[in-house]
């Protein structure tokens, strides 16, 4: 992507262009944090929309890949706290699907463990660690959710050790 | 140099720090015991974290939707209130138009409504019904006078006693 680059009547093929590009990434990250793929999808769709108006209209995007990963981060932010608010023990309803393999079991529950952990997180906490899990350094980390750079260090840890202590808690009897 | 933080560390670990600090900082955790084994301790948290983390990446990627661009379609988990409200999106000159009828409907009924009492009166007192008034113990308005006595003729009262003179 060219910097700053201002489509007008091309913009809807720009856009098909990132989306192909980057529909892994952001969908990934979707499906960490939403743990549901249609949701997932709907987020990315969204995201790749406001991109789309974005160039057809508001102020040039100089980064393309960080622009993107900080709508989303944006998005699942609100997505998150509404789920909280209106679900908050979402994880024991997520779907059990039956398996005839032993692995394929302990897979699941591990899997889900994990996702009743990060549940227990604060919104703000389960984006960093998603960000962090896709290797991002800490100034797009800082660019995606608005922290300061000098605080993301800080906050990371934080939010390992909040999420260690949640699978400490889960795997006790 | 000193002990290293919680934050300094967790930099380290993540190769945040400028060559010239992460080589002082190597060389304190040959140094310090304490460090050392914080340093390996957080390493072994981030590395179980990543590891646990990446379980919950999807076992295949999906398709890519074809995109649409028209926005009708996208959001569909949390649409906005007013589409969850109404079902559909509510366009602005619309809703204001929607307004603009309702208040010009309120104004009409409350002039109605305020001119149908006397009429009312009127037509009923002239058909021998008795008129209907409506009655109300609140004080609208007070307007403050002033006591005019010049007029006044002093009753014979046992109790009360006024003449024209004193009363000035």
Known sequence: MEEGKRPDSEGADLVEVLYKEYFPTIYRLGFRLLGNSEQALD??????????????????????????YRTAANLSYDWLRRKCRFQKISASRLERTEKDVEQELIDAEAIQAVREALEQLPPRD???????????????????TGFRKSSVGTFISRAINRLAKELEKGEKP | MKCLSEKMLQEYLDGEIPKIQRNQMKLHLTECDRCRQRAASLGATKDLIIHRLKLLDPAEMPTARVLNLTGEQSGQAHPPFFRRFFGR????????????????????????????????AVSSSEEGFLPLYIASNKVVMALPFKLDLTDYEPINHPGLIITQEESR
Do not use: C
């Open chain 1, 43 to 68: 987020l990315t769709q969204e995201v790749f929309l406001k991109l789309y108006r974005r160039l057809n209209g508001g102020p040039p995007v100089t980064e393309i890949k960080g622009w993107l």
């Open chain 1, 126 to 144: 389960r984006i960093l660690l998603v960000l962090y899990l896709d290797e991002l350094s800490y100034d797009e980390i800082s660019n995606a």
């Open chain 2, 89 to 120: 999106k509510v366009r602005m000159p619309v809703a204001a138009a929607a307004m603009a009828v309702l208040f010009i409907a309120g104004l009409s009924l409350g002039w109605i409504l305020h001119s149908q009492p006397s009429a009312l």
